[in-house]
């Protein structure tokens, strides 16, 4: 079974494996027991109940709490052509109808509900006859007052679940559950003879950075101009830290947004919508944002102002890297942020004398986290009872530099040769735009566009480049003559980087890059999937996730079969929006041999002919490519 679930998964998802906590929960879950699933955001719980739906006959319906996620959900489902809807007070009439027809049809696998529409009396009429094998609860800490987004209306479940009267499995998903929750959960939820599965709480793909002492508008500044192109939430306390800063970072011409509960439903909305469709690249908000964003590009979460405690930090800061790319978990500390926090606790007129303190104490443990030597992710992870991590992620902050190098000699081979090559009469900025491969009346004139160091580094982030230059020629692997125009000069070192007698590695304090966005084939790429998105009106990352553009962007495929081992890209995608992307990476690799002064082919010819070698090479065929493809032209003339 789980072979078929495996095949399901390549399918509709185009994920060659299953995930660890994946594999086993589906396959406990086949086996008809109720389960409870505490797995961490971005593991991919959504498949661990879409899969069991797609393998069973009879309808499996989802509870979600917030319609933007079940929007997103349900979206994303169609793109792969999976049979799913929606019930929510955000359908129209005709919507809801449309829907109830094709439940009464059994033309759906699966039924995204609002809790609030549980109690329903027509409703679960309805549902009643139709034959139900399995209620999904997503979100499922939301039945519990322990958790912390207690939401009344789950509490319907149940009776919903009773009033049904079929025998149905129930299985239940969170990121974050203590153990009182999970009790409640269990308990509420009546779920008989559970399997409860707990995995790890780390999310490895997460990056965290304590930033001290820094000026913090000019720190901003420079992190986004840096990562230009990368999408990222920025946190601050209050809303008028959030107004303030927005109004800054327009002023400084970032793509930024703002979210809290000052403004209007109407620009909240706006400036969300605008966020999760890539219109907007930074968002600036106070807590109240970010429940219910599956949006998976989210690079980096920057803390203007330390949080409340570690349950809203950790959970906050996750919203990166949903897709399992890297992303940059940053949280900026000021000492005098930590009044603020005592300020609210104080204020609040609800809280007893004792859950003040316990406030206050769990204030102290998130101040605790920035003033600790040892592992950043350590300390969170035992913070929430996990103690898989011992002392040492190496990746975080505290971690790195103890490891953090990285082994650039090849780049520097590339660049000593390409000075070689120019005969060491050039200088940085003209060394610079050779290797980027931009040309000008200079670089022609002096034939350097010919070599074949020239565009080498042409994907590569010019300011990535200019720094390593700047560190070769501090660190001595190259020279620089004196004088009013300095050219770069070849000495020992170089010709030992060169032979491999030595290698180049270099510390750097940065590990996380987001330099992708800013190759010139994911932009293109990505705005082929903005242009997609907008028509079909999803979000773009619902088509294909940023680490499968990235995947594309780097491995160029120009033909079905390599495209579909690019992850996240399986069949019935490739079939409904493959092929554009395709064009795309065949026209550019058409562009780069036109440079290249080689045949130029069209884009058709060259689909044409991936066509022939698949043809000639399944049957075995031994005549020379192009001979083929001319005489199954002419042939194919002859017809006409
Ligand atoms: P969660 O609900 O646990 O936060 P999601 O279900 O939203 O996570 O999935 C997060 C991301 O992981 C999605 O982009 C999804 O497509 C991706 N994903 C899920 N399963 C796999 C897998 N087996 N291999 C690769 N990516 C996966
Ligand atoms: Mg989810
Ligand atoms: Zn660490």
Request: aromatic share 10%; net charge positive.
């Amino acid at each position: 079974m789980l072979k078929t679930a495996e095949e399901i998964l390549f399918k509709y998802f185009g994920y060659k494996k299953f995930r660890t906590n994946q594999e086993e929960i589906i396959s406990s879950i086949l086996d008809g027991r109720n389960l409870l699933g505490v797995i961490p955001t971005g593991s991919g719980k959504s498949i661990c109940y879409q899969i069991p739906a797609l393998l069973s006959p009879k309808l499996t319906i989802v509870i979600s709490p917030l319609i933007s996620l079940m929007k997103d959900q349900v979206d994303a489902l169609k793109v792969s052509k999976i049979p799913a809807a929606f019930i929510n007070s955000s359908l129209s009439k005709e919507e809801y109808i449309k829907t109830v027809r094709k439940l009464r049809t059994n033309q759906l696998k699966l039924l995204y509900i609002a809790p609030e529409k549980l109690l329903n009396a027509k409703f679960v009429h309805l549902l009643k006859s139709i034959n139900i094998s399995m209620i999904a609860v997503d979100e499922a800490h939301c039945i519990s007052q322990w958790g912390h987004d207690f939401r009344k209306s789950y509490l319907e479940i149940p009776r919903f679940i009773e009033q049904l009267e079929q025998n149905i499995q129930i299985t239940a998903f969170t990121a974050t559950a203590t153990p009182k929750v999970k009790e409640d959960i269990i308990n509420l939820l009546d779920m008989r003879n559970p399997k409860v599965f707990v995995g790890g709480f780390d999310r490895k793909n997460l990056f965290f950075k304590v930033v001290k002492n820094e000026d913090p508008e000019s720190f901003l500044v420079e992190y986004l101009d840096k990562h230009r192109g990368a999408p990222g939430v920025i946190y601050a306390s209050t809303r008028k830290e959030v107004d303030n800063l927005f109004a800054y970072l327009r002023l400084k011409r970032f793509s930024v947004g703002k979210y809290h509960a000052g403004l209007s439903d109407e620009d909240r909305h706006n400036y969300q919508n605008k966020f999760i469709n890539g219109d907007i690249r930074i968002m600036i908000a106070t807590n109240a944002f970010g429940m219910g964003i599956d949006k998976s590009n989210v690079r980096f979460v920057i803390h203007r102002n330390i949080p409340k405690d570690i349950e809203s930090y950790y959970q906050e800061a996750g919203r990166s890297g949903r897709d399992g790319g890297q992303a940059e978990c940053i949280l900026m500390f000021y000492p005098e942020d930590i009044s603020t926090q005592e300020f609210f606790i104080d204020v609040n007129k609800d809280l007893s004398p004792e859950l003040k303190k316990s406030k206050l104490s769990k204030l102290d443990k998130m101040v605790a986290y920035t003033e600790i030597k040892s592992c950043l992710r350590e300390y969170t992870l035992k913070y929430f009872g996990d103690r898989r991590i011992k002392n040492y992620c190496g990746n975080c902050s505290n971690c790195i530099g103890l490891k953090d190098v990285k082994d650039n000699t090849i780049d520097a081979q590339k660049i000593i040769s390409c000075i070689g090559r120019a005969k060491e009469n050039i200088g940085v900025k003209m060394l610079i735009q050779i290797l980027l491969g931009i040309t000008n009346e200079k670089v022609q004139r002096k034939g350097l566009d010919k070599i074949s160091t020239f565009g080498i580094f042409k994907d590569y982030n010019k300011k990535t480049l200019e720094e390593l230059l700047n560190y070769l020629i501090s660190e001595g692997y190259i020279d620089q003559t004196a004088g009013s125009y300095p050219v770069l000069k070849l000495n020992e070192k170089s010709y030992d980087v060169l032979k491999e007698n030595i290698k180049v590695l270099r510390k750097t304090n940065e590990i996380v890059s987001f330099d992708y966005y800013e190759n010139p084939i994911f932009e293109k790429l990505n705005a082929k999937r903005n242009q997609i998105a907008k028509k079909e009106g999803i979000a773009p990352y619902v088509l294909f996730s940023d680490v499968t553009l990235m995947e594309l962007a780097d491995k160029k495929p120009i033909n079905r079969w390599e495209m579909l081992k690019i992850k996240g890209i399986g069949n019935q995608k490739f079939d409904n929006y493959g092929k554009e992307f395709l064009e795309l990476l065949i026209l550019e690799a058409g562009k780069k041999k036109r440079n290249k002064k080689e045949k130029v082919v069209s884009n058709e010819e060259s689909l044409f002919l991936d066509k022939i070698k698949i043809f000639k090479d399944n049957l075995g065929i031994d005549v020379e490519l192009e001979v083929l493809s001319q005489a199954i032209k002419e042939i194919f003339m002859k017809k006409k």
